[in-house]
């Protein structure tokens, strides 16, 4: 049974850092893609960033790409997102993703385990 267990969420203030972290389980790590996407409230699900198998990273702008970090340990079977220079737009709830295949992509649609997600708030 595959599982994604998020956490490090929070209540930050703007300008402040959270580090999420995304442990999986019950697939094989090295060779999926891992996402991370976001929803705000009454927003649709967004993609933010992924790991695909061979590290290769992507993200959703390049604001993101310039105060997010996407990384993997591959023997941890886990992703970290470190979240920088968050501001008050970033609330959401984040989630992590996984795909079901070595194929990667951006759309909610390309993965299939999901985590329960963790609530990440960021007051001005």
């Known amino acids: 049974q595959v599982q994604l267990v998020e956490s490090g969420g929070g209540t930050v203030q703007a300008g402040g850092s959270l580090r999420l972290s995304c442990a999986a389980s019950?697939?094989?790590?090295?060779?999926?893609?891992m996402g991370w996407f976001r929803q705000a409230p009454g927003k649709e699900r967004e993609f933010v960033t992924r790991?695909?198998?061979?590290?290769?990273?992507?993200y959703i702008s390049d604001d993101v790409k310039g105060r997010f970090t996407l990384s993997r340990d591959n023997a941890k079977s886990t992703v970290y997102l470190q979240m920088n220079s968050l501001k008050p737009e970033d609330t959401a709830i984040y989630y992590c993703a996984a795909t079901s295949t070595p194929f990667t992509g951006r759309g909610v649609g390309d993965y299939v385990y999901w985590g329960q997600g963790t609530q990440v708030t960021v007051s001005s």
């Open positions: 019950g697939l094989p790590f090295t060779t999926r893609t």
């Open positions: 790991s695909d198998w061979r590290g290769a990273s992507a």
